[in-house]
């Protein structure tokens, strides 16, 4: 990976501190990848003297017509607003490369942090279609996860579909309680493909073949 970062910095009109990026390129997985592409006016965050409050004005990621878009506002310690959105993104040209674990897709939607004083109001939905693990095809992934206002406890649902048959379905809570993560989660498989697992299993299991089904 390699990384050609063009910043600036300035105070604008209201005395506020601006730093801005500039069209820069980055490298991941041997694909270029832009920051600000377009070489725009947006693409910087805004800050105040004091640290305190800062404006995330549409950072955004792009590769060919890829995006990854970052924005929002954050108002001291406890007040939050910040928004990233994935548009058309190939999963295997953005994330690391693993030797056991190939995972292939296009990824779209949109992940929020909201907080007003203790309340948090954090939301997940995003959709991988064409999804490959270990170059098996699963199908089309939907992922939903909201959490509670504590910030401790998160409802998700999530559903893998292929030929419009919901091959595996997932659906529960995540709780975060004394540092430690309890799963209260329900799992249906309906023949679903279990040779994503044959290269997990390299060394110890291998040759793995068959559908699962059941809960």
């Given at each position: 990976d390699?990384?050609s970062?063009?910043?600036y910095?300035?105070?604008d009109?209201?005395?506020?501190n601006?730093v801005?990026?500039?069209?820069?390129?980055?490298k991941?997985?041997?694909f270029l990848w832009?920051l600000?592409?377009k070489d725009g006016r947006?693409n910087?965050i805004v800050f105040?003297k004091?640290?305190?409050?800062?404006?995330?004005?549409d950072?955004?990621?792009?590769?060919?017509?890829?995006?990854?878009?970052?924005y929002?506002l954050l108002?001291g310690?406890?007040n939050?607003d910040l928004n990233l959105s994935?548009?058309e993104?190939?999963l295997?040209?953005?994330l690391?490369r693993?030797?056991?674990?190939?995972?292939?897709?296009?990824?779209n939607g949109?992940?929020?942090?909201?907080?007003?004083?203790?309340?948090?109001q954090?939301?997940?939905?995003l959709?991988?279609?064409?999804l490959?693990?270990?170059?098996v095809?699963?199908g089309?992934?939907?992922?939903?996860i909201?959490?509670d206002?504590s910030?401790?406890?998160?409802?998700?649902?999530?559903?893998?579909?292929?030929?419009n048959v919901?091959?595996?379905?997932a659906?529960?809570?995540?709780?975060i309680v004394?540092q430690?993560?309890?799963?209260?989660?329900?799992f249906n498989?309906?023949?679903?493909n279990?040779?994503?697992l044959?290269?997990?299993?390299a060394?110890?299991?291998s040759?793995i073949?068959g559908?699962?089904?059941g809960?």
């Amino acid at each position: 990976d390699a990384y050609s970062l063009n910043l600036y910095h300035t105070i604008d009109a209201q005395k506020k501190n601006v730093v801005g990026i500039q069209k820069s390129e980055l490298k991941f997985n041997d694909f270029l990848w832009y920051l600000n592409e377009k070489d725009g006016r947006d693409n910087k965050i805004v800050f105040d003297k004091q640290f305190k409050n800062f404006n995330i004005e549409d950072i955004i990621l792009s590769h060919d017509n890829q995006k990854v878009r970052l924005y929002g506002l954050l108002n001291g310690k406890t007040n939050k607003d910040l928004n990233l959105s994935f548009n058309e993104v190939q999963l295997d040209r953005l994330l690391p490369r693993l030797d056991k674990f190939k995972i292939n897709g296009s990824l779209n939607g949109e992940v929020n942090l909201k907080q007003i004083n203790a309340i948090y109001q954090p939301t997940s939905t995003l959709k991988i279609d064409d999804l490959k693990l270990n170059d098996v095809a699963l199908g089309k992934m939907n992922l939903d996860i909201r959490g509670d206002q504590s910030f401790q406890k998160f409802y998700l649902n999530s559903t893998i579909e292929n030929d419009n048959v919901a091959a595996f379905e997932a659906e529960g809570n995540i709780e975060i309680v004394d540092q430690k993560t309890k799963l209260d989660l329900n799992f249906n498989f309906e023949k679903f493909n279990l040779g994503i697992l044959a290269s997990l299993g390299a060394g110890v299991i291998s040759d793995i073949h068959g559908f699962a089904s059941g809960r």
